[in-house]
C-alpha cells in the first residue's frame, strides 16, 4: 500500500488550488464590503418639446375659441348698451373685456387642466420644467404680464415676431413666457 504524504506534490498542487479558490472567495467578499452598493439608474425619460408649428396651430384654434365666446356673449351685450358706456376714457371697455377673456380663458384652462382646448386638439401640454404642479403665480405670469408684453409689442411687428419665433431655435423650445414662467409644453402621452 502506497501511503500519500502530505508533501507529495500531487498533494501539494491540491492544497494549493484550494487555498487560492479560498482567498479569491474571501477577496470577491472583501471587494463587495468595501464598495458601497451602486444605484440603479432609473430610465429618466427626455420629455418630447412640442415645436414652434404644433404651438402656432395650437393658439390659432385658441383664438378661433376665443373669438367665438366673444362673438357669442360679450359682443352680442354690447350691442344693447350706449356709446357711453363703451369707452372709458382714451380705452374701449370692449377691448379691456376681450382681453380679461383672453387671459381668463389661457389662465385657467392652463391651471386646471394644463392645456387649453388648442393644445388638446393638438396633443400637447404644459408642464412646470421642475415636474412640480402648475402654480398661479406661473400662470400670472406666463399668461399676463409677458403675453401682455408680446401685444404691447404688436406695433414693432418685427419685435414680436422674433420673440414668438425665438421657440423654434430654443432646443427646449420654450418662449420668453416659458422662460419666464419656468415652464414647458411637451407632446401629452394620453
Same mark, same amino acid.
Given at each position: 500500500m502506497i501511503q500519500h504524504s502530505t508533501y507529495t506534490p500531487l498533494a501539494r498542487s491540491r492544497r494549493t488550488r484550494l487555498r487560492n479558490r479560498?482567498?479569491?472567495?474571501?477577496?470577491? !467578499?472583501?471587494? %463587495?464590503q468595501q464598495l458601497p452598493e451602486q444605484p440603479v439608474e432609473e430610465a429618466? !425619460?427626455?420629455? %418630447?418639446y412640442a415645436g414652434f408649428w404644433v404651438r402656432l396651430w395650437a393658439f390659432l384654434l385658441d383664438l378661433l375659441v376665443l373669438f367665438s365666446i366673444n362673438s357669442v356673449f360679450i359682443n352680442s351685450w354690447f350691442i344693447f348698451l350706449d356709446d357711453g358706456f363703451q369707452?372709458?376714457?382714451?380705452?374701449?371697455?370692449?377691448t379691456f373685456i376681450h382681453a380679461l377673456t383672453f387671459f381668463l380663458y389661457f389662465a385657467i384652462m392652463t391651471k386646471l387642466l394644463g392645456k387649453t382646448v388648442g393644445k388638446m386638439v393638438l396633443g400637447i401640454k404644459v408642464v412646470s420644467t421642475d415636474g412640480s404642479p402648475l402654480t398661479w403665480k406661473q400662470m400670472f405670469f406666463r399668461e399676463g404680464v409677458v403675453r401682455l408684453v408680446y401685444h404691447i409689442q404688436i406695433f414693432w411687428f418685427m419685435l414680436f415676431l422674433w420673440v414668438y419665433i425665438l421657440i423654434a431655435f430654443?432646443?427646449?423650445?420654450?418662449?420668453?413666457h416659458d422662460l419666464v414662467a419656468d415652464t414647458s409644453v411637451i407632446h401629452d402621452k394620453k
Open positions: 479560498d482567498l479569491m472567495k474571501t477577496e470577491e !467578499e472583501n471587494q %463587495h429618466v !425619460e427626455v420629455p %418630447h369707452s372709458i376714457g382714451p380705452f374701449a371697455t370692449l430654443v432646443p427646449t423650445k420654450r418662449g420668453l
